[in-house]
């Protein structure tokens, strides 16, 4: 099993890590051929509108939205989960996203660098430290959407079937716990 | 820094994230909203708002201070994605009042006239994060030491000249990777050589890696600069007089940004580096006195 990690900017190099620490192989996802060669995929944090565009203009929005219509594993945080929900708030008028969840997300919506924060977050898995840089919210969920973690009373971290997002930054914690509940319970009960 | 709902802001670890999230990306030099507005439609993963250039600055002259506020503001309400701006080496009250504007990452920079010349802003006593320029590993520790959350080659900025960044990225990486294989009594060695903290040099020598990100700065022109400094190692790139200075400056702009992002595909390389017309002129090392060169300021 190889998970891919989309490279088109952002945190990447520290989600690979956080993959290959649990002993599972990684690649760094940048073409329509990368992508061929990984089962799962994971969307790091960086700026989601840089994203939207080398989506785009590297030619792998169209394969990776049919790849999650088939089924693929995919796992976002931060800007990832932009890219993944169903409706943007305050994004780009020409930023896309694959609309694989169904929520609602503000981009910024906790403010500036300056109000970005670390803080506790409780999920069936555990407790977690959060990392919140700049973080959207999560402003309204779909029915069909399972909640998985909270920050208060705020959901933060979300699935729905082969779809997992998250709004803080498990990868800069050198926690690897939610990238292991990734690989164990949603790329290998995966049907192929 | 603690809120009384358990949350912490300021942290290193928040601080260091927004360098991480900048990864793979180009963060553009613009000195009005419409200039930002370019950049962002470019795919710039950040701004860096500032009144004049690099280059308009080394033809002005005189002293160059922190941007206008209002001009800050205007750059903030134009754009969504993080806005940086530029302070003099060891001006706390410019970062103070760059603080309060709410910027996004400051930039101490020895492209403005420094307000010391002996010490760099403690970084540590700011909620936001700073990124510093350096020319070698002893100076980029320092400035870790002192707080700093990203490290970027300082170049020569203004020239299009990417001669000096090449210089500084190879001189602080190819220390990096000589103090991975150095065994404990030579690090006592590193440490005293480069001047820099014990600690630090341990830290790289455990790790394999420098303890924050590592840009490239001073001097990127074309797709393939950009590309080249992200294969010597540089973790992304800053774009100071580059863009704005050339003939299509929105067009250099999106190419510079997919050569960051391909930047071993040389077929994207040389797709993007088509038809851009004419890149900033550029100035020889030899042509700038040693007296002008920006690389020599703080260290």
């Given at each position: 099993m190889t998970v891919g990690v989309l490279a088109l900017q952002g945190a990447f190099a520290a989600h690979a890590e956080c993959i290959q620490s649990l002993g599972v192989a990684t690649v760094e996802v940048r073409t329509p051929e990368h992508l061929a060669a990984v089962d799962s995929l994971l969307m790091p944090g960086g700026e989601s509108s840089t994203m939207s565009q080398l989506l785009l203009s590297s030619q792998l929005f169209a394969p990776i939205a049919s790849r999650i219509a088939e089924g693929m594993p995919v796992f976002g945080t931060c800007a990832g989960m932009i890219l993944l929900a169903s409706e943007i708030l305050d994004g780009r008028s020409d930023q896309v996203s694959f609309s694989a969840i169904d929520i609602s997300v503000r981009r910024n919506a906790f403010g500036r660098q300056v109000d970005s924060f670390e803080s506790s977050i409780h999920t069936p898995i555990g407790d977690f430290h959060g990392v919140f840089i700049r973080a959207p919210r999560i402003e309204r969920i779909g029915n069909g959407v399972e909640v998985l973690g909270t920050l208060g009373d705020e959901p933060v971290l979300v699935r729905q079937g082969n779809v997992l997002a998250a709004s803080f930054h498990p990868e800069l914690t050198g926690d690897a716990r939610l990238h292991e509940y990734f690989v164990q319970n949603m790329t290998q009960t995966r049907k192929v | 820094m603690n809120s009384s709902n358990g949350?912490?802001?300021?942290?290193?670890?928040?601080?260091?994230?927004?360098?991480?999230?900048?990864?793979?990306?180009?963060?553009?030099?613009?000195?009005?909203?419409?200039?930002?507005?370019?950049?962002?439609?470019?795919?710039?993963?950040?701004?860096?708002?500032?009144?004049?250039?690099?280059?308009?600055?080394?033809?002005?002259?005189?002293?160059?201070?922190?941007?206008d506020p209002s001009m800050i503001e205007e750059i903030q309400a134009a754009v969504s994605i993080p806005v940086m701006a530029k302070v003099r080496i060891g001006h706390f009250v410019e970062a103070q009042i760059l603080e309060a504007l709410g910027v996004d990452f400051i930039d101490e920079s020895e492209v403005l006239t420094p307000a010391d010349e002996?010490?760099?802003?403690?970084?540590?006593?700011?909620?936001?994060?700073?990124?510093?320029?350096?020319?070698?590993?002893?100076?980029?520790?320092?400035?870790?030491?002192?707080?700093?959350?990203?490290?970027?080659?300082?170049?020569?900025?203004?020239?299009?000249?990417?001669?000096?960044?090449?210089?500084?990225?190879?001189?602080?990486?190819?220390?990096?990777?000589?103090?991975?294989?150095?065994?404990?009594?030579?690090?006592?060695?590193?440490?005293?050589?480069?001047?820099?903290?014990?600690?630090?040099?341990?830290?790289?020598?455990?790790?394999?890696?420098?303890?924050?990100?590592?840009?490239?700065?001073?001097?990127?022109?074309?797709?393939?600069?950009?590309?080249?400094?992200?294969?010597?190692?540089?973790?992304?790139?800053?774009?100071?007089?580059?863009?704005?200075?050339?003939?299509?400056?929105?067009?250099?702009?999106?190419?510079?940004?997919?050569?960051?992002?391909?930047?071993?595909?040389?077929?994207?390389?040389?797709?993007?580096?088509?038809?851009?017309?004419?890149?900033?002129?550029?100035?020889?090392?030899?042509?700038?006195?040693?007296?002008?060169?920006?690389?020599?300021?703080?260290?």
């Open positions: - | 949350s912490s802001v300021g942290t290193q670890r928040v601080k260091r994230g927004l360098a991480e999230m900048l990864k793979g990306g180009v963060i553009m030099d613009v000195v009005t909203a419409k200039e930002a507005k370019i950049a962002e439609d470019a795919g710039a993963c950040a701004v860096m708002a500032l009144e004049r250039v690099p280059a308009d600055i080394r033809r002005d002259g005189g002293v160059a201070r922190m941007s002996t010490h760099h802003i403690d970084k540590f006593g700011f909620t936001v994060p700073f990124v510093c320029g350096a020319t070698n590993l002893g100076e980029a520790l320092r400035r870790v030491s002192e707080g700093a959350c990203m490290i970027r080659s300082k170049g020569e900025a203004g020239t299009g000249n990417v001669v000096e960044a090449v210089r500084h990225l190879r001189s602080i990486l190819g220390d990096i990777r000589k103090i991975t294989q150095a065994d404990n009594a030579e690090l006592f060695q590193w440490a005293k050589s480069l001047q820099a903290p014990l600690p630090l040099v341990q830290e790289i020598a455990e790790t394999g890696k420098f303890p924050v990100p590592i840009f490239c700065a001073g001097g990127i022109a074309t797709p393939a600069d950009a590309a080249l400094a992200m294969q010597l190692g540089a973790e992304a790139v800053f774009v100071g007089s580059g863009i704005f200075k050339s003939d299509k400056p929105e067009l250099r702009a999106k190419a510079i940004v997919e050569a960051t992002t391909h930047f071993r595909d040389a077929h994207v390389l040389a797709r993007v580096s088509r038809n851009l017309g004419a890149p900033m002129t550029g100035i020889g090392m030899d042509e700038i006195h040693e007296s002008q060169r920006y690389a020599s300021r703080g260290n």
